[in-house]
């Protein structure tokens, strides 16, 4: 009986210890690996992610993500900062996907939609 009291309360001060000693896995890490590590393996990029509302992402990153709110501010601030080169990289992807699609011959350029027709005499 003894040697399992003593199991018990090894178990017992054990289970204690590790709550106490609990790691933090954010510690030390830049916005940039923060989101290299967690965020990656679903977002391609931070502009993929991006909006300019910097205190709403932070917000959801707090309530679903993130065990800091220090950490989730510097998250949001960092992927906010990508906000305008999405745009810019929405606005190229769809330059190249209307190019594709005209040499594939499938859409007509808008100028020569607009342009009168040819009359061959």
């Known amino acids: 009986m003894k040697e399992i009291s003593i199991f018990v309360l090894g178990f017992a001060m054990a289970g204690t210890g590790a709550a106490a000693t609990a790691q933090d896995f954010t510690a030390g890490k830049t ?8 965020c990656a393996e679903c977002h391609r990029s931070p502009s993929s992610v991006a909006g300019p509302n910097v205190n ?20 949001a601030a960092y992927v906010s900062s990508f906000a305008g080169l999405a745009a810019a990289e929405r606005k190229t992807a769809g330059a190249r996907a209307r190019k594709r699609r005209n040499a594939a011959g499938g859409v007509t350029p808008p100028a020569a939609a607009s342009a009168p027709p040819r009359v061959e005499q």
């Open 56 to 75: 709403a992402l932070a917000g959801f990153l707090r309530e679903h993500y993130t065990t800091k709110s220090e950490t989730a501010d510097a998250l």
């Open 31 to 38: 916005p940039a690996q923060l989101f290299s590590s967690d």
